[in-house]
């Protein structure tokens, strides 16, 4: 969240390490706190004022003059755009492109899955590619342009540490896949040819010290039922260490995370909900993270607080970051970053997909002692989150977000917050954002771009950084 300095977020992190042990972005105004939400009436803040200034010290704002803001926002249709891809053959009809003027129709099929994102009309009439079937039978974009780097193939399986299963769908238990899981290593599954869930009982803790690699075969969905957080991983180093977890060929479903530390007890606006919660599917803290053809749907994090989210994942304090490839997040939820967020950790995101997830936190997050008396975080924070319905990062030291060939469509922000497709708040304002041959639109919340260099990136951003760049993309908000 924004108004946070790096180290006192570092620092309340370790505070609550015991706990959680315990339990387990063409062309703009407005900014950020430091941990994620815009700023008011503070030294440095940043929020909505008169022409374009705000209560405080250094803020800019929305105002007149100011860059667009609100929630919504169309793409723009470019003449000569074709319609994106259809259906496929067993699938049904998702949201297919629109119609530029004079376009043509391009087709694409597999058999089994349902259609992609892909085909919206871009700017100047790029036509978006459909892409191939990824886990779960939704259609991946192939549309980046950008060389991928090595890390983004997939890890070598041929010589598992541990098997999971002799052949049937029953011998591939919970308990069997925990045991694996605490020692680490390639863990691969023999649950017969049919799909096969392996319904979760308990947080499966991912060693810190050993590389892990989990690869479902395509076959494999692992169901936290809605009441467990399906893989947690803590190292309590920050930015330092070397340990990687891959999954790849996964669908993980309906993780969820049950909170303990509640929000001292004071009056709205001052912050209401949860401080600890984050990552309802995986979270991970001084770890590096690679998933590679999954799909992550119904998991949930902390549902309300200022400094929690994470619907699918949260990562933090992470030395590599984040690598997501050709992966499918939708229907995640969390207070903020409805499915994916990142603090102190780079995201790099190719070829994926972000669809109908949302932040359920309100008001943003600001440091007003005006506003409240309490102290909650070492601040009078104001605001119980929201920020970032799809995708959040927070922090410094030059932890960047990369987004190419990734369609952000439908995601939303929470009520009086920021970032309905992507947040992004770079304390130091030495992160920069790229947003790649992507399609970002029909997003809904609040927005502003504050970059020192670089494009507005439309009503579907919230974002503070050192640069911005948009090459080939659809950006809701951008003319």
């Known amino acids: 969240m924004s108004h946070h300095d790096d180290d006192s977020r570092a620092g309340r992190d370790i505070r609550r390490l015991a706990l959680l042990l315990s339990g387990l972005l063409w062309v703009g105004a407005c900014s950020s706190s430091g941990d994620g939400a815009p700023d008011a009436g503070q030294t440095g803040g940043f929020g909505p004022g008169t022409g374009g200034s ?10 007149t003059g100011g860059a667009i803001a609100g929630p919504g926002g169309d793409a723009a249709t470019g003449t000569g755009g074709r319609t994106g891809t259809g259906g496929r053959t067993g699938g049904r009809t998702g949201t297919g492109g629109r119609q530029g003027t004079g376009g ?8 089994g899955g349902t259609t992609g994102l892909g085909g919206a009309t871009g700017v100047g009439g790029a036509t978006s590619t459909a892409g191939t079937t990824g886990a779960g039978g939704t259609t991946i974009p192939t ?5 991928l780097p090595a890390g983004a193939q997939p890890a070598d399986v041929s010589k598992p540490t541990a098997v999971i299963g002799t052949g049937t769908a029953e011998s591939c238990t919970f308990d069997a896949l925990n045991a694996a899981v605490k020692k680490g290593g390639v863990i691969t599954f023999d649950c017969g040819a049919g799909a096969v ?15 892990t690699v989990i690869d479902g075969g395509n076959t494999i969905t692992l169901d936290g039922q809605n009441k467990v957080q399906i893989f947690n991983f803590i190292e309590p180093d920050w930015m330092k260490n070397e340990t990687r977890v891959t999954l790849q060929h996964l669908t993980v479903i309906n993780g969820k995370t049950t909170p303990v530390e509640v929000i001292p007890t004071a009056p709205a606006p001052c912050s209401q909900g949860y401080n600890d919660g984050e990552g309802g599917a995986l979270f991970m803290r001084n770890g590096n993270l690679t998933i590679i053809d999954c799909t992550f749907s119904h998991n949930q ?6 400094d929690t989210g994470g619907g699918a994942i949260y990562i933090t304090g992470s030395k590599y970051g984040a690598l997501i490839v050709s992966s499918v997040f939708t229907n995640n939820s969390a207070s903020n970053a409805g499915a994916v967020g990142a603090l102190f ?4 995101i190719y070829n994926s997909v972000f669809r109908d997830n949302q932040a359920t936190g309100d008001g943003a997050n600001s440091d007003d002692p005006s506003k409240c008396d309490a102290i909650n975080n070492d601040q009078h924070e104001v605001g119980s989150g929201g920020n970032g ?16 060939g990734v369609d952000v469509q439908n995601n939303a922000a929470g009520t009086g917050a920021f970032g309905g497709g992507v947040f992004m708040t770079s304390n130091d304002f030495s992160g920069t954002i790229t947003v790649q041959d992507s399609i970002i639109t029909g997003n809904t919340g609040g927005s502003w771009t504050q970059v020192n260099s670089g494009p507005n990136l439309g009503t579907a951003f919230g974002v503070n950084a050192k640069s911005s760049t948009i090459i080939n993309s659809t950006l809701q908000g951008v003319r």
């Open 143 to 147: 549309r980046c342009t950008a060389s």
């Open 54 to 63: 705000v209560v405080g010290t250094g803020g800019a704002v929305s105002g």
């Open 345 to 348: 950790a780079t995201l790099q």
């Open 389 to 404: 319905g799809a995708i959040y990062q927070d922090g410094g030291s030059a932890t960047n977000v990369l987004l190419c």
């Open 301 to 306: 994090g902390a549902p309300r607080g200022p």
């Open 197 to 211: 869930v392996i319904p979760i009982a308990a947080t499966m803790v991912l060693p810190v010290k050993t590389n």
């Open 104 to 111: 043509t129709t391009d087709t694409a099929g597999r058999t």
